[in-house]
Structures are given as structure tokens and as C-alpha cells.
């Protein structure tokens, strides 16, 4: 991707049958990018991992914490990545992300109804590494009953695509990915499918493998102190 075609890239890429505001941009990074990011995550060390009960993942730039995250220098491979979501201009200047979330999902695997919440800046990037996944959208109230939220609409992320959410879609509704290991495709229900890099049919069934996702945020509060990363 040139960097003269960033300058109109986010109006070219706002999902228009959802609610303000979500950009989807497909094949944002290259095949040999992705290869490159899944080979420089599967080759951190062991220890960088943390293993939750359905899935593991990574955390570069520190530990986001209600009182400060306390900044460690984030690795180049990721730091390419963040550079050209900046020059998509979202962020302010002094909003640069700096802290980066890689989660692991197996075929199989998904993650329950959540928002990013206030310890972010209130834009969310994602890139989906090696693998689709369906993204689902439910309107955020008062309640802690799953089962009882509404289901509004999902959205398509395949390899290499950049989402980017942010305003009423970062405020006030919730997102969530099923657990499971095929996805079909209904028109009605996925609003991105026109936006997307190929041309999927209706009741089309695709298999999952292994997505990485990269959430790439910026998180305002951080302590003076600073960490080098290790090499």
C-alpha cells in the first residue's frame, strides 16, 4: 500500500450500514507482512505469553492499569505497524498509539461480549493475521445477563484486514466472537460483505484456522517511568 493512498483511505473505508463509527479496510498489510508478524509472535519466548482459559496472549508497550500503565519500548516489527495506522491520521499527534494487544484464537475459540472501556483513547485498531473471523455487534445496557442482549449486526474480518472502531460503536456497544469453527455467510446479518477483498456467497461456510489478532490502542495514562525491551 503506497502512502499517497492513505490520504482519502478512511472516508473510502467507513461501513455505512452501521452505526458511526466503524472503518474496515481489507488487505491493509501485504501477505508478506502477515507472514512476517506471525513469525515475530511465535517467536517471542515463552514467558511472553499469558494463558487464559480459552485462548493466550501477548502485550507490548506495557500493562494497561486504572493507574497508569508503565511504558516499555515497544519492538520495530510492531512499531512499522503502528506507524502506518498513524498516518492515517485518527490519532492526535500526541495520541500516538503506544500500546499493542495480540490475541491467539484456534479454531474453536472466541471471546464473550466486552467494550475496550477508559482505560484506552477511545479508537480501537485491529489487524486479523492468518485467519477470518465473524465479529459480532450487540447494543451495550444494563445488565449482566448475556443471553439478554441484543444481537445487531456482525461484521467480516478476513487476513490482513485493518477495523478500526470508534465513537458510538466504541461507546456504547459490545463485541464479542462465537465460539466455533466454521462461519456462514448471511448477507442480511454480516454488513461489511460488499467492502470486503473477495466475493462471498450467501450461505457460503468458512472454516476457521488460527487468527492473530493485533489490537493496536493508544492508553493515555502511563507513568514517567519507562522499560527497555528485551532483545
Known amino acids: 500500500?503506497?502512502?499517497?493512498?492513505?490520504?482519502?483511505?478512511?472516508?473510502?473505508?467507513?461501513?455505512?450500514?452501521?452505526?458511526?463509527?466503524?472503518?474496515?479496510?481489507?488487505?491493509?498489510?501485504?501477505?508478506?507482512?502477515?507472514?512476517?508478524?506471525?513469525?515475530?509472535i511465535y517467536n517471542a519466548p515463552l514467558p511472553k505469553w499469558?494463558?487464559?482459559?480459552?485462548?493466550?496472549?501477548?502485550?507490548?508497550?506495557?500493562?494497561?492499569h486504572v493507574k497508569g500503565m508503565i511504558a516499555e519500548e515497544i519492538p520495530k516489527w510492531l512499531e512499522a505497524q503502528i506507524d502506518k495506522i498513524t498516518l492515517?491520521?485518527?490519532?492526535?499527534?500526541?495520541?500516538?498509539?503506544?500500546?499493542?494487544?495480540?490475541?491467539?484464537?484456534?479454531s474453536g475459540q472466541g471471546i464473550m461480549a466486552h467494550s475496550d472501556g477508559p482505560l484506552f483513547h477511545p479508537i480501537v485498531t485491529t489487524i486479523s493475521c492468518g485467519s477470518h473471523t465473524l465479529l459480532?455487534?450487540?447494543?451495550?445496557?444494563?445488565?449482566?445477563?448475556?443471553?439478554?442482549?441484543?444481537?445487531?449486526?456482525s461484521l467480516l474480518l478476513e487476513p490482513r484486514s485493518l477495523l478500526i472502531l470508534q465513537d458510538d460503536l466504541y461507546h456504547n456497544y459490545l463485541h464479542s466472537i462465537e465460539e466455533?469453527?466454521?462461519?456462514?455467510?448471511?448477507?442480511?446479518?454480516?454488513?461489511?460483505?460488499?467492502?470486503?477483498s473477495q466475493i462471498y456467497k450467501e450461505s457460503q461456510i468458512l472454516k476457521?484456522?488460527?487468527?492473530?489478532?493485533?489490537?493496536?490502542?493508544?492508553?493515555?495514562?502511563?507513568?514517567?517511568?519507562?522499560?527497555?525491551?528485551?532483545?
Not at 472503518?23 to 512476517?36: A, G, L, S, V
Not at 494463558?51 to 493466550?56: C, D, F, G, M
Open 180 to 196: 466455533r469453527i466454521t462461519d456462514t455467510i448471511t448477507q442480511a446479518r454480516i454488513k461489511n460483505l460488499h467492502m470486503c
Open 208 to 231: 476457521r484456522s488460527t487468527r492473530l489478532s493485533l489490537t493496536i490502542r493508544h492508553v493515555p495514562k502511563t507513568s514517567k517511568f519507562k522499560l527497555k525491551f528485551g532483545k
Open 50 to 64: 499469558t494463558q487464559l482459559s480459552h485462548r493466550r496472549l501477548q502485550n507490548y508497550g506495557g500493562i494497561p
Open 136 to 153: 459480532e455487534f450487540h447494543k451495550a445496557i444494563d445488565t449482566d445477563n448475556i443471553e439478554s442482549r441484543k444481537h445487531e449486526f
Open 88 to 106: 492515517l491520521n485518527m490519532f492526535h499527534k500526541e495520541k500516538r498509539p503506544n500500546h499493542v494487544l495480540i490475541n491467539e484464537y484456534l
Open 1 to 40: 500500500m503506497e502512502l499517497i493512498n492513505y490520504q482519502n483511505l478512511l472516508a473510502e473505508s467507513i461501513v455505512k450500514e452501521v452505526p458511526s463509527l466503524i472503518n474496515y479496510i481489507p488487505n491493509f498489510i501485504t501477505e508478506e507482512e502477515e507472514k512476517n508478524l506471525i513469525q515475530e
